[in-house]
């Protein structure tokens, strides 16, 4: 916003968040800025209907249309993106019109589980006011600390080397009134154990409960951070950006890969580490020294993300037979590994099942609440590496689907990560064999993001422009024509791209791609439900987490076959649950020693190695499936 | 030895030891050679007659003289200091001639107690052979590793990071086969609570048990290393040299001072370590590769040398109410100090009880035994600062003296350290009125140290030239002359001195200062002794420990009052006791533990706020004493 104009406030309910606004800015756009995700499947080009907003208070400028009756523009309705600030307004965001309304309904869930009972982190802070020495009483600092320590019924803790060394001055100028930070490890494999404890540090014992934890989600293509009050357990807004080791490939396989090149590990943890280390420059500007009262790390990511995190040489995870150096990690030093943090920070990282179900599934089905629910859940996470959980509070199995790249738009002719250009909806009108693109960002087409190529074939198919098989039926619409790969569904000529004078094309070969990464993702959660002797159809909840899941159209999803074909009220997306159950078990040691105990609980398939797998994949190679009994509504 | 020189074997009983030797070699040299301690209190100048051996084989160049008599001569005495090596001879070194025999006789069992009962140092190996992954059995290497440990009864270990970035190459590169190093650190405050353990390497299952630990004595002066097999529990000799910190101060309050000056703290640290490196750096030579297996240090040191090894400032030690920042260590990773030790090694350092009652002391008790004796024993250990503990298997008691230097050559107009030049041995003949000396290194006089000074002051206060107050008495001999600082006792003229022109004396302010010293250690003992409503009589064992100890003529300490007035029988030189300690704490976990329990037991006392401590102080400021009746025989 430019300064010199007039800004007067636009307020959301139901959340009541007042962002600033100028007069002509879509209240999309405001709020975009707020954080207020508002559904806008056409990515703000008015064609989809689905960013409906009602107008509360005030005034915007908008008119009726497509989308909006007269009768539904009278009672107030307006379209986020096409509406347009003009003064102060207060509007109210339908829960169908927050962002993937189908599967959002109770994404609140795993924040509200932020509210963990028990105030127990790992790091804990003590007060302690110790007598100064004199010379009836003359025991050492370090004794003297530990003494009162060991009164509050804490013995035996290991010394941090650092907090030692500055002990004697700390305790003099504070007149012996300290904070101690203390770290305990609960004991996993013995649980009548004591947990290990180390003082971390002494420090002034300051007023404003200044205590920091950092939940960490490291993704193959994001990292999340969340800096979390440990005294009050209030989780600040998580932060994240895109992995440095993008840069390195960007399938976990690549990864591993490239690691066992020369100086590739160390390039590759470094990438990481940099990444963090931007986020926590990030977080100083708005918590100023926070470091310096930041005592505990919790990180989930995949097996192999957890291992480049440490510099642990992964290449044994993706030889037979799968086997990952580290399952359950030991506390490790962040500052060891080049992270910004001071030398008493500890970080504990989220154990992981096998080679391809890592801790961020392990973090997430804490964060989903599904080991303790009577309710047969399918917890899935949609991707190169596809996850797979299902189970109840009795029992849990799960496993990874090798999916390939389909739905981060690798093997794909026009394929590209959901970024600016990327076509992500898409409409078509059978009467007048007419498409609307929604692209990112709103610029020219480049090409097909994962979520726009489910969205796309589904389109096609459900118009009868794909068939069955995946292959274009010729002479149903004016887009298809012969390619250099065979028949192609023109998006957008060279003439509409972003692409640099090339045409945005679906070809056949990409639509095979996808039906083989969602076959994939099927047959795995398939074969795992009926491993147990139960059918897709007992499937009570689904739950969609990861990044992908936000961006995904359930009923396209649905339409070619990937999700099971179920009621949309049994769909839940959850939203960055990896890094919500890191932050869970950041607040709480008992999450902790939870977390533990729900991947013990679950078990894992190898689906290649899995009787029936084959042939389940097999059937799956259809839209949406060989068997339509399947998908019957 | 040159090469072109036939050598023989000189073998040395009861010890059985073989030397190699040239002809015309002195025996004593020899024996030197072979680290078999002969009494050569002259230095070696044939004056003391306290070398005597007893040829049982073959032949030796001598003949009979002022010492050995024709009969003696016949039955194979021979002074070891003049007898010279002609061809293979066998030799048995009776025990009084054994250094310091008068207080050697138990010396041996310090030694005898490394023959430690349990076999549990804190470092311990596994031989692991685990089954290779397979798909059926996928565990992480890790947890596969681990869980062998856990069916062990090792549940809940910590795990070094570059074990952990290692082990999937080692357990490949060995089959699965592999030697797993664990630290097991044993809980103190609470004797239920399992101990901490940590997982500090894994490596090849090595055939020849090379697993080594380290014992370390840091003293003010020098410092001693001895490396031990903690899979036989073989203790290797032990090797020593000067502290490096000693050109920034030759006693503790000095270092103390310096280390509080700028970079001083640093400066100290990194000359210790420097020194300790330089050890490790010659047990290379012997030992080639044994940094790779070494897995645990365990240290003794006062309580000014165990901070300024670890870095913690020690200021307060000095300062009022004489609080040390640390008495009781946690562990700490050698490596960080800048120890060449690989990463995976600890080091544990021994408790302090107080200021100046430090872990050497601790160590030493341990040594000795006296915490399991029902005998009445006072464990003294003379220095600069002295340390006192007298009690039995029920109670200790402990003080630290300030003595001074005087023990240790300083505030003595031509005092010096034990070094080459150091009038060492003093023989006074009242008829001939004139005397002998012996020079350490057998050159020419250039100084007196501790010990030298003891023997001096004694035989001239045995033969009348010193008085009870300490003054010379006129007029009886012809050294005594006046001089600068007033009467004064010629040991060697310029002429005859090693010393750059200058008279070699013995001046009546040398001999105040060491009666000051002498009495502050005698009324420190006297106090704790008195303290309990014993007396000195009532002492059954005396135990003196320490580097100076073993130069130490007892008759001559008892002569000046530094000891108490008892059957020599009763005294026993322990030799470096806090080496010996540290040895056993290395060698066995059970040890270490009592190591913290005998600390426990000694009460520490502050003399100079102790009543009647001050009397009996001044009470104690004669030769021998105020009070004859202490000495009298």
Known sequence: M???????????????????????????????RGQIHINASCGGEGVCGRCQVELRDGEVEASPGLYLSEKDFAEGLRLACRAKAKGPATLYVPIESRADASSFKKAAKAEENLEVKEHDPMARQYLLELSPPDPADNLADLDRTLGALANLG?????????????????????????RASVFFEPAIADPERPPYGRLLSLSKATLDETYYGLSVDVGTTSVWVRLVNL?????????????????????????????GKGNGLHKLQSQVIGTINGLLARLDEVYPNFR???????????????????????????????????????????????????????????????????????????????YKSPELTLFIDVGTNGEIVIGTEDWMTCAACSAGPA???????????????????????????????????????????GSGLINIVAELYRHGVINKQGKFVENVCPYVREGEDGLEYVLAAASESGGEGRDVVLTEIDV?????????????????????????????????????????????????????????????????????????????SSMWRLAQ?????MTNFELSETPGYMDKYMASQFIPHTDASLFAR
Request: glycine share 12%; charged share 20%; proline share 6%.
């Open 2 to 32: 430019s300064s010199d104009v007039q800004t007067f406030e636009i307020t959301f309910l139901p959340d009541n968040i007042k962002v600033q606004a100028e007069p002509g800015e879509s209240i999309l756009d405001i709020a975009n």
């Open 154 to 178: 804490l013995t035996d803790l290991d010394v941090e080397l650092a907090a030692m060394k500055k002990m004697p001055q700390v305790l003099r100028d504070e007149n012996f009134k300290v």
């Open 231 to 259: 005294a009050t357990n209030e989780a600040l807004p998580p932060i994240g950006d895109l992995n440095g080791q993008i840069s390195f490939g960007e399938d976990v396989i690549s990864r591993i890969v490239y690691a």
């Open 292 to 370: 310096d009262n930041l005592y505990l790390v919790v990180v989930a990511g995949n097996t192999t993300m957890s291992h480049l995190l440490v510099g642990v040489e992964p290449r044994h995870i993706r030889l037979a037979p799968y086997v990952p150096p580290v399952a359950s990690w030991p506390a490790i030093r962040p500052s060891f590994l080049g992270l910004d943090v001071p030398s008493h920070a500890v970080m504990k990282i989220f154990p992981s099942v096998s080679s391809y179900v890592g801790g961020d599934i392990v973090a997430g089905v804490l964060a989903s609440g599904m």
């Open 407 to 449: 739905f981060e738009g690798g093997g794909v002719k026009r394929g590209m990560r959901a970024a600016p250009g990327a076509i992500e909806i898409f409409n078509y009108e059978p009467l007048a064999k007419k498409h609307h693109l929604g692209v990112i960002g709103r610029g020219r087409p480049i090409g097909i993001c």
């Open 512 to 588: 095979e791609n996808l039906i083989r990464a969602k076959g994939a993702m099927f047959s795995g959660y398939q074969t795992l439900v009926e491993g147990v002797g139960l059918t897709l159809g007992d499937l009570e909840r689904v739950i969609i987490a990861g990044g992908f899941g936000s961006s995904l159209n359930l009923e396209n999803a649905i339409e070619i076959g990937l999700l099971p074909c179920l009621p949309l009220e049994k769909f839940f997306y959850i939203g960055n649950s990896s890094l919500t159950g890191a932050t869970l078990a950041l607040m709480s």
């Open 597 to 601: 105990d729900v991947r013990g609980r």
